[in-house]
């Protein structure tokens, strides 16, 4: 039995999908499951039934997914162990973090670390799901919320503020009683930027929902109405003007978060520092 073939059936029954287990192991869909159909001919066994839209585990599957388990976890903590041997500051240091922290705070910034440690290369992830830190999906990564998960270490490094924003012409021509909001989608309805928003907007209509920020802010830069945007965006950005409504903001924390067997690996931490150095 190849170990590969085992690894890729047991990120099916992990994640659920062809394609979310293709992106929890960096390969297309395609790869995910010629590789359960190499490992169902050598084990003989049907472990997924192959449905139009989606794989379900057969019986068979989800005993073999059960006992499977735990292997993968002991390859993490392999790996995690090589890593966490390497007293040299180089090699390859994974960021995961939401895509406006990435584009905005970490990219432009990168030089410094490049100049400082030349044999550290970064992967930089900005995506809204959680990567994983036990599976290795990435070394660091920032959360918006403190993590609950086994084996982690977090630390508030950070706080940001939110503001309404729109085109300095939507803000100029438009009373307060006709503004219109660019939001989240329902997916986000419990982020408390959302709420917040929500309250302010009242009955006031919703022209756009969208689970992406980047978005929202192009779609306030058009004049279509105001959109929640942290400050760090939208004060960077001349074609956005603040709204001011007074009261008391709404803010995120900022959590840098780390396996703790990675904790004293010297790029690891050379990496943390310099995340941290971008929030202040």
Known sequence: ???????????????????????????????????????????????????????????????????????????????????????????????????????????????????????????????????????????????????????????????????????PDYLKTTPPHAFAFVAYDSSMDDVPQQRWLRRFAGTREIVLRTNDLENQAAAARTGIGLAALPRFLGEADPRLERHDIGGRPVGREVWLVLHRDLRRTPAVRAVASFIEGCLT
């Open 1 to 167: 039995m190849d170990w590969t073939d085992l690894q890729h059936f047991l990120a099916l029954a992990r994640e659920g999908s062809l394609s979310a287990a293709a992106r929890s192991l960096g390969v297309d869909h395609v790869t995910v499951a010629r590789r359960v159909a190499a490992l169902e001919t050598v084990m003989s066994l049907k472990l997924v039934d192959r449905r139009p839209r989606s794989y379900e585990l057969t019986e068979d599957g989800k005993r073999i997914a059960k006992i499977g388990a735990p292997m993968v976890e002991t390859a993490f903590a392999v790996e995690r162990a090589a890593q966490a041997s390497k007293s040299e500051i180089g090699g390859e240091i994974t960021i995961s973090a939401p895509p406006s922290l990435a584009n905005l705070l970490i990219a432009p910034k990168l030089i410094g670390l490049r100049q400082k440690h030349p044999g550290i290369t970064i992967k930089l992830i900005g995506e809204k799901r959680t990567a994983s830190i036990n599976r290795r999906e990435a070394d660091l990564a920032l959360r918006l919320s403190r993590p609950m998960e086994p084996g982690l270490i977090a630390r508030k490094i950070g706080y940001f503020e939110f503001a309404l924003y729109g085109s």
